[in-house]
């Protein structure tokens, strides 16, 4: 089985930063691709930038500039830095990692809540 341990979230106000840690472990051969995903309240959950095992990267349109996702391969860990952030981001901030290994599959993070005031 695998674990994923989010941290980082908190409140902050607009323009204010933080930074989302995920550390994966567990039975691991391999991580592919690592992302962070949100849901704010009554909406759907969206994707919000992703990162390839070879470091290529996505994001949502609406964070693109401000947002930027990492990886540290030795720690199987993923960052989420946010910048200028806005209203607008308030969601429950979940990590999602691909893992090749004892039980293969997508595994999700507790999330963690991202409370931006204005």
């Known amino acids: 089985q695998v674990q994923l341990v989010e941290s980082g979230g908190g409140l902050v106000q607009a323009g204010g930063s933080l930074r989302l840690s995920c550390a994966a472990s567990?039975?691991?051969?391999?991580?592919?691709?690592m992302g962070w995903y949100r849901q704010a309240p009554g909406k759907q959950r969206e994707s919000v930038a992703d990162i390839t095992s070879g470091g290529s990267t996505n994001y949502v349109d609406s964070v693109k500039g401000r947002f930027t996702i990492s990886r540290d391969n030795a720690k199987n860990t993923v960052y989420l830095q946010m910048n200028s952030l806005k209203p607008e981001d308030t969601a429950v901030y979940y990590c999602?990692?691909?893992?090749?290994?004892?039980?293969?599959?997508?595994?999700w993070g507790q999330g963690t809540q991202v409370t931006v005031s204005s």
């Open positions: 999602a990692v691909e893992v090749v290994g004892g039980v293969s599959g997508v595994y």
């Open positions: 567990g039975s691991i051969f391999r991580i592919n691709t």
